[in-house]
């Protein structure tokens, strides 16, 4: 049997890593066929993701390799660092194309026994088409956000190359196909809102429509609308929704153990948990409004709590604090120790998972929200970077699985990040926990829908079956 083998490229970061060894999981299970290796580049010293990183690979199975893609000299690395955080990315995969050939053909000359059959890259990667090219084998994207948000992009890109127009009004609202409601350009990705940044996306999205197919970590009946509106564009190629893709188990840990421990003696729906993602911290004013609102609300609460990274590589992650003097209220610890409890790190599919928690007040990120809708838990939308504005959007005016506390908060955009009082987080928290709320149902719904999206017979199951023929015809020619 010849078996297709499929070089998967992530784009450096821990939410694109686990996706993509999630959808890995998935093809090699569903098919015997088919042998995949993981090309991991990592440009960030940071330890975390180092450790992040080993653990996938102990958890990989059978016929998922792994390869570490060397970073460049420091001398290099300094010169990328040096244009910026914008264009640092991008420029850093770019200068990633010969390793990433050389390695490809060493892979291929070891066996015989299987074909290339494609390259799946991250959304980011697009530098990577040519190398695919340069192996006559077709590109794929493995988009790890929303079928809105590729909308998004295409969009952006759409409106420079039909129109000639940039989006520079912040008052505006947008038709954008992608989504059923006009969209405020105040919660488009702060990106998009330069010329610069757009330039960019739009070169992305220009590329994206070069692969053959994109593979959307989403669920058709969780984005009919916007999955039919990329179907419409006879200029995007053929799109698979696969989702969702999520890592249902976490790492062991002490902290996991306590963390458990902890919720399981709480009594069910009780527990609004506060976490704002792998990149996530806030200044100490903003902590301390934070706090504030929690103990005015009453509300027992879990507050995943991290230290801003004082390392200026680009990549670096947020830290737990090593003590909490200084950040939090005087007292505040003690005030609200019979009802609360403030971590570091959260292991954040055990607490979703545990019937104590009511609510998650989110950062609003696709990985954490398709996480929070598989337990059925309604969200409290505070977005922070990146898409999750446009996330934080969707779930409150299109689907109404979130209330909102700053559904367009930006953390260190252009200017002075807004404070937001605790009076709003109050207001949010009380909506958030509302036994009675019509929210809590139709997430609940939803819950039910992803999970038979997923068994056989399902829209992903389906979906992911078609992409799997896909990859094994490129082989049989």
């Given amino acids: 049997m ?33 042998s995949i290796t993981i090309m991991i580049m990592n440009p ?45 990315l991008m420029s850093f995969i770019e200068c990633q194309k010969v390793q990433v050939r050389d390695m490809v053909a060493s892979i ?32 794929y994207v493995f988009f ?7 909308g998004v992009m295409l969009y952006i890109q759409s409106l420079k190359d039909n129109e000639n127009l940039e989006i520079n009004d912040l008052d505006v609202e947008l038709s954008i196909p992608s989504f059923s409601k006009p969209v405020p350009a105040k919660v488009l990705p702060s990106v998009m809102l330069s010329k610069d940044g757009s330039d960019m996306i739009a070169s992305i999205a220009r590329r994206l429509r070069e692969t053959k197919a994109i ?28 989702g969702p893709i999520i890592k249902l188990t976490d790492g062991e840990s002490t902290s996991r153990e306590t963390i458990k421990g902890w919720l399981d003696s709480q009594p069910p729906s ?36 991290r230290s801003p990274s004082q390392e200026k590589e680009t990549m670096a992650l947020p830290k737990d604090y090593e003590n909490y003097n200084g950040v939090l209220p005087e007292g505040f610890l003690e005030r609200t120790a019979e009802i609360g409890k403030v971590i570091g790190w959260a292991p954040q599919v055990t607490v979703l998972s545990h019937p104590s928690v009511g609510g998650f007040v989110s950062h609003c990120g696709w990985n954490s929200t398709l996480e929070s809708i598989w337990f059925g838990v309604p969200m409290a939308a505070w977005p922070l970077y990146a898409e999750q504005q446009l996330n934080a959007f969707k779930l409150v005016k299109e689907l109404g699985f979130a209330v909102e506390i700053k559904m367009d908060y930006k953390k260190n955009d252009v200017g002075p990040t807004v404070l937001v009082k605790a009076e709003e987080i109050v207001r949010g928290i009380r909506c958030l926990m509302d036994e009675e709320c019509e929210m809590r149902k139709k997430v609940k719904e939803m819950k039910d829908i992803c999970r038979k999206a997923i068994a056989e017979g399902g829209s992903s199951y389906n979906s992911a079956g078609q992409f799997i023929e896909d990859l094994i015809d490129n082989i049989r020619n």
């Fill in 215 to 242: 593979v959307v970590n989403t669920v058709l009946e969780l984005e009919a609308h916007s999955v039919k509106s990329l179907g419409d564009d006879e200029n995007t190629p053929a799109i698979y929704h696969v």
């Fill in 144 to 150: 790890t956000s929303a079928a809105a948000s590729l």
């Fill in 270 to 305: 009780s527990v609004v948990f506060l976490c704002f993602g792998s990149m996530g911290s806030f200044d100490p004013e903003q902590v301390t409004e934070i706090a504030c609102a929690l103990e005015l609300s009453g509300q027992r609460f879990l507050w995943s709590l």
């Fill in 44 to 88: 960030s010293s940071d330890s975390t993701i180092v450790a992040f990183t080993q653990n996938l690979k102990k958890e990989a199975l059978d016929r998922i390799a792994f390869v570490d893609i060397p970073a460049p000299d420091e001398t290099t690395m300094a010169g990328l660092m040096s244009k910026g955080h914008l264009n640092f």
């Fill in 108 to 139: 291929m000359s070891r066996s015989q026994s299987f074909k290339l059959a494609g390259f799946v890259i991250d959304m980011f990667c697009t530098p990577m088409i040519d190398v695919a090219n340069e192996f006559n084998v077709p590109s």
């Fill in 2 to 34: 010849t078996r297709a083998e499929v070089i998967f490229i992530p784009a450096p970061g821990v939410g694109h890593l686990g996706s993509t060894v999630e959808v890995s999981k998935l093809l090699v299970s569903r098919d015997d066929r088919i």
